[in-house]
């Protein structure tokens, strides 16, 4: 079972970005008034204090102001103290540094935002860029802070960029086709790079441009028509996804096969359904390693069912048999329920 939501995952990142230069501010505050309260449970169990003697202790402890002890401590009581000593000295310090930088650096966070943010983009790894924040580009940013993922958006629409601020979502505000600003964005380390700009041309060039930077980068490029996909893959990007296209098989699909269509939400995570479909990659550490599927007992252990498996370098190969043999970077395609898919996940 998770510690914490995805949902309350991406709060918490949406909640450090809008604070921005404010977010140590607010953590040293939330330290020190769990110290404080630590302590004054600590002196009311270990000493037996009333909560008046507990909070005068902690209070002339964390002041130095040296008027000593409310009553004799005990050994507990006094390393007790010691740890407080050491904690609240610490956290103050921690509270004055973010007061400094607050000072310093300015105190509102539009103000200082485009180097805050440029700071905090410079240290992201694995990261996905999305350029553009249309009607396209705003799904794909919700449905990868979904999962969790850190994502940079560049826009430079001025009601875009005020939801992205307002959204407390990274962005950049300028031109994606720009080579400094997709600098910026950190295309060298990012893992992924996701242009979904309205023009063709603008793409090829985001890619092209993208492509230069990293030969690592998995690009994907959104087109209008079928005849820009060669060029799109040819300036280097790893798949061209044309959004009309699929949307109208979509709704034909859904005349046609409704059952099947039903089906394949299970892909998007968009089923009513308790089951949800996900796609799985073997870690060289894990335990699966050299196992068939068999072996794993991936149906009466997790109640898994496995549609797909890619090797490396092969074509997909569904229905796999039960004695095909599991090995590092295979990506499994299976179909359970979430928490069952969660479990299995620590495996690889």
Same mark, same amino acid.
């Given at each position: 079972?998770?510690l914490?939501?995805?949902?309350f995952?991406?709060?918490?990142?949406?909640?450090?970005?809008?604070?921005?230069?404010f977010?140590?501010?607010?953590?040293?505050?939330?330290?020190?008034l769990? =110290?404080?309260? #630590?302590?004054?449970? %600590?002196y009311?169990?270990?000493? &037996?204090?009333?909560? *008046? !003697?507990? /909070?005068y202790?902690?209070?002339?402890?964390?002041?130095?102001?040296?008027?000593?002890?409310?009553?004799?401590?005990?050994t507990?009581?006094?390393?007790?103290?010691?740890?407080?000593?050491?904690?609240?000295?610490?956290?103050?310090?921690?509270?004055?540094?973010?007061?400094?930088?607050?000072?310093?650096?300015?105190?509102?966070?539009?103000?200082?935002?485009?180097?805050?943010?440029l700071?905090t983009?410079?240290?992201?790894?694995?990261?996905?860029?999305?350029?553009?924040?249309g009607?396209?580009?705003?799904?794909v940013?919700?449905?990868?802070?979904?999962?969790?993922?850190?994502?940079?958006?560049?826009?430079n629409?001025?009601?875009? =960029?005020?939801t #992205?601020?307002?959204? %407390?979502?990274?962005?950049?505000? &300028?031109?994606?086709? *720009? !080579?400094? /600003?997709?600098?910026?964005s950190?295309?060298?380390n990012?893992?992924?790079?996701?242009?979904?700009?309205?023009?063709?041309?603008?793409?090829?060039?985001?890619?092209?441009?993208?492509?230069?930077?990293?030969?690592?980068?998995n690009?994907?490029?959104?087109?209008?028509?079928?005849?820009?996909?060669?060029?799109?893959?040819?300036?280097?990007?790893?798949?061209?996804?044309?959004?009309?296209?699929?949307?109208?098989?979509?709704l034909?699909?859904?005349v046609?096969?409704?059952?099947?269509?039903?089906?394949m939400?299970?892909?998007?995570?968009?089923?009513?359904?308790?089951i949800?479909?996900?796609?799985?990659?073997?870690?060289?550490?894990?335990?699966?390693?050299?196992?068939?599927?068999?072996?794993?007992?991936?149906?009466?252990?997790?109640?898994?069912?496995?549609?797909?498996?890619?090797?490396?370098?092969?074509?997909?190969?569904?229905?796999?048999?039960?004695?095909?043999?599991?090995?590092?970077?295979?990506?499994?395609?299976?179909?359970?329920?979430?928490?069952?898919?969660?479990?299995?996940?620590k495996l690889?």
């Amino acid at each position: 079972m998770k510690l914490f939501s995805k949902s309350f995952i991406v709060r918490l990142i949406r909640l450090r970005n809008q604070l921005g230069v404010f977010w140590p501010l607010m953590v040293s505050q939330i330290s020190i008034l769990g =110290v404080v309260a #630590l302590a004054v449970y %600590g002196y009311m169990e270990l000493e &037996g204090w009333s909560m *008046s !003697d507990a /909070v005068y202790m902690v209070v002339i402890t964390l002041s130095t102001v040296g008027f000593g002890e409310v009553q004799p401590l005990s050994t507990e009581g006094r390393i007790l103290t010691s740890f407080l000593i050491l904690a609240g000295v610490g956290n103050f310090a921690f509270l004055l540094g973010a007061f400094s930088q607050l000072l310093v650096e300015g105190k509102f966070f539009h103000f200082i935002g485009s180097r805050r943010v440029l700071k905090t983009i410079a240290k992201l790894k694995d990261h996905c860029v999305v350029c553009g924040y249309g009607r396209i580009g705003s799904v794909v940013v919700d449905e990868i802070m979904a999962e969790g993922q850190d994502v940079v958006v560049i826009e430079n629409d001025p009601e875009s =960029v005020k939801t #992205l601020q307002e959204e %407390g979502i990274l962005y950049i505000d &300028g031109d994606a086709t *720009s !080579d400094d /600003v997709l600098a910026q964005s950190g295309v060298a380390n990012a893992k992924n790079l996701i242009t979904a700009l309205s023009e063709d041309a603008a793409n090829v060039y985001v890619v092209l441009s993208a492509r230069e930077m990293s030969q690592d980068v998995n690009i994907v490029s959104r087109a209008s028509s079928h005849q820009r996909v060669s060029k799109l893959k040819q300036a280097g990007a790893n798949s061209v996804i044309l959004p009309n296209h699929i949307g109208g098989l979509r709704l034909a699909q859904s005349v046609l096969r409704p059952t099947v269509t039903s089906f394949m939400e299970l892909a998007y995570g968009r089923s009513t359904m308790a089951i949800q479909m996900e796609e799985l990659t073997i870690s060289e550490k894990s335990s699966l390693v050299g196992k068939d599927l068999i072996q794993s007992e991936l149906r009466p252990k997790f109640n898994l069912i496995v549609i797909a498996i890619k090797k490396e370098g092969q074509d997909m190969v569904f229905n796999p048999e039960g004695r095909t043999v599991l090995e590092a970077g295979n990506t499994i395609i299976a179909v359970g329920a979430q928490e069952q898919l969660d479990e299995f996940a620590k495996l690889l």
